[in-house]
């Protein structure tokens, strides 16, 4: 069988700098940061105080949802947010996979670890109120008590795809995908396979994670990957590719991006606006805990998103980067770059968008693919918010102090997980 | 490309099976001794869980400091990788370029340490104390590398760290479809001629969260599981016959049914109605699910058959991610020694998908 082109027929997204595609894009063009002080749960007494974190009540847009649901959004934030895309999207997701047959449909998402935040436990704790050690475990058992596909707490990862397949009918697979900041770009790469390889002709890729809670702040914050907050009053903690970067920021997000076969999408009479040429998935096989300081595994991914997408690296127009704010990742990640892309690399805008929406984790790879759709579409390249005195030589073109107006025919897309995952993807605007 | 991909070997761990060689031995001589420790998750609900030996030659063991921070999933994980890639002979350089697609379950387990810890400290003595106090208590005894544990990749990561494999990659989760999609991935990688060789396989850690997880599903059963690891090498045509190696064992059909119910009713009732149909003659083996009930179930539907069936259930209890794959490998074994050419491996997981690998003997 022939390999079939892959097109995104049509993505949104639900983050920090906004409900929709619509008002994220409008967020980007005015520079907001989504940074402000955590109300979900009281971080005192640990040293962040800071997070980018969906203020909008998204309840309304899934109050029809199944009681079981919505109880169990309560306790999980990106069940909650994957939830209210879908309602936000329902009727263009319905409409876009009406033509096809339910086993040439599938979905595919990035999720995050799944912890029940021990502060919206806290009532069902009280109750059991003991000095034993185990009463996360009797707190989340008592939750657990009837026989359905939902638990309140908890659930399967399994879970989140079956509940989208169930209202649309995805029956060709439901996979979720578990490789922390890469995994939600993984789940678009592996999308593209199903759909360029016969698998299934619509794919219902994305993700969704947050790690605003406070077992997620304890157990990346004693990692050392979250920007220590230092001034209360001052927003900008986040600092990608600056030299005086001191981690990340805790963000929250969920996405969608749904991928046709060129035959799917002319029998639904989409035009589509963008084509995913190909992508690129390496391991580091270095440390669990740091990346490669060569970044050769960045370096094979980058390389092999190009070559698999037939396109030389003069022919980027612009790199929406990982761009953590981390020590670790930031340095590497330019180096892993400069070594595929040689002095081709000084010509092309580069930015992180990850000081202004925080670090989505499993969400990233969704929220900053579709970012770069909503760039291309309207010709706009994001500033590196809080960059002031940017490392590596100044040769790159680490776009700083005012967004840009460019055309985007072709952009990058890449997430290098913690772990050593690595994938890029490659988009064209077509229209 | 490659018509049909191979398996050329694998590696587990199992409770009472450290090697292919134990898992012959249990399945024709009988020989089977695992071990299994009673855990009171609640009040009067428990669960029994089988447990793995990590025995093995110093030389296949990561280093001790690697070891502290690895998840005994994980820890098997790569004693396996490592025992596969020394077999096989597959040099750093060619793990370099070699995909890895890992199905892993449930990953909370080792915070139950930890949550004893944090919730002391959350409820201690001097409880009620002010929020912040008690946050600070609860940061200050939240273990460092307790992310290293708990995160979703840890197991393919590890894994690439300990045996260089770098190539194309993925970890599905968590029920036992995981295991089914890692098998097909890597099937496919083959027959498209992307690589020669890849390394499929996954880890399911048994205990209270998993159990938390899918107790919806059967609230009221007492429940066993096991921990389990499973890899293995699959191989194109090309590579098997470069090294001078005929016969051996291929996979011949993959089907799956992912057809999924509403979420306030229950999964299909009657299991693999659809799967029997595309089953060939042969063995079946299949993985009984998550309780007795739903082992009684399925046994039931697959006596009319008349086919031979075997599962693993009645001993090691529910396998998670790894269920597919352990029939796979016990259908590689069986081969080995029944004149059947072919076997069935069959899966249904809690949300009622079903899935089947037909496993068949290359005749030389």
Known sequence: ?431 | MSRKAFITGYCLRAPGINSDTDLYETLVGGRFNPVFTSIEIAENYFTEVGLIDFGCEDRFLPKASLQKTMRPDVLASCICISELMEKYAITREEAESMPLFVANGVTLEPVWEENNAVHAAFYSENHPLHKAEKQAILYQSFPPLSALRTLTNATESFISQVSGLAGNNVTFGSTSLSGFYTLQEGVRRIKRGECKRVIVGGSFFAGIFSNLSFKNFAPDSRRRESTVAVYLLLESEEKRKERGNHGGYFVHEMKSLARVAPVDEKPNGQPYVEMVKHCQPGPVLYSGGLTGHSFQEESEVLQTTRLPQFSWFPFLGHLGAVSMLMNVITGISLLGCESAAMVNCLDRDPYGRESLAVISKEIE
């Open chain 1, 1 to 431: 069988m022939k390999p079939q082109k892959v097109y995104i027929a049509d993505y949104e997204t639900i983050s920090s700098l906004g409900t929709g595609n619509e008002r994220i894009f409008n967020s980007l063009k005015t520079n907001f940061c989504a940074e402000r002080t955590i109300e979900r749960f009281d971080p005192s007494g640990m040293p962040f105080t800071r997070a980018a974190a969906i203020t909008d009540d998204l309840s309304p847009l899934y109050r029809e949802a199944h009681p079981k649901l919505i109880e169990a959004c309560y306790y999980d934030k990106k069940l909650e947010m994957l939830v209210a895309l879908y309602y936000l999207m329902k009727t263009r997701l319905h409409q876009l996979f009406s033509q096809a047959a339910p086993t040439e449909k599938g979905v595919i998402l990035g999720v995050g670890i799944n912890v029940t935040p021990l502060l919206s436990l806290e009532k069902t704790l009280d109750k059991l109120s003991s000095s034993q050690g185990d009463l996360y475990i009797r707190a989340v058992d008592s939750l657990i008590t009837e026989r359905c596909d939902i638990n309140p707490v908890l659930n399967a990862y399994d879970l989140y795809p079956v509940i989208l397949a169930h209202e649309l009918q995805l029956y060709a697979f439901q996979k979720p995908i578990l490789t922390a900041c890469a995994a939600s770009t993984q789940a678009i790469a592996f999308g593209y396979d199903a759909i360029r390889y016969g698998e299934a002709q619509v794919v219902l890729a994305g993700g969704t994670d947050s790690i605003i809670n406070d077992i997620a702040f304890m157990s990346f914050g004693k990692l050392g990957v979250l920007a220590e907050t230092e001034n209360e009053s001052e927003v900008g903690s986040c600092k990608p590719f600056d030299i005086s970067r001191n981690g990340t920021l805790a963000g929250e997000a969920a996405g969608f991006s749904v991928l046709m076969s060129e035959e799917a999408a002319e029998k639904a009479g989409i035009n589509p606006a963008f084509e995913l040429l190909g992508y690129g998935n390496t391991l580091d096989a270095y440390k669990i805990t740091a990346p490669d300081p060569n970044g050769k595994g960045m370096a094979r991914a980058i390389r092999a998103a190009l070559t698999n997408s037939g396109i030389r690296p003069e022919e980027i127009d612009y790199i929406n980067l990982h761009g953590t704010g981390t020590r670790a990742n930031d340095e590497v990640e330019l180096l892993a770059f400069r070594e595929v892309f040689g002095d081709a690399l000084n010509g092309i805008p580069l930015s992180s968008t990850k000081d202004r929406h925080g670090h989505a984790i499993a969400a990233a790879g969704i929220l900053e693919f579709n970012i770069l759709c909503m760039c291309m579409e309207n010709h706009f390249i994001p500033c590196n918010l809080n960059l002031r005195n940017p490392i590596g030589d100044h040769h790159f073109d680490l776009v700083m102090h005012n967004n840009r107006d460019k055309q985007i025919t072709i952009g990058l897309s890449n997430n290098f997980a913690f772990g050593g995952v690595n994938t890029v993807l490659v988009l064209k605007r077509l229209t």
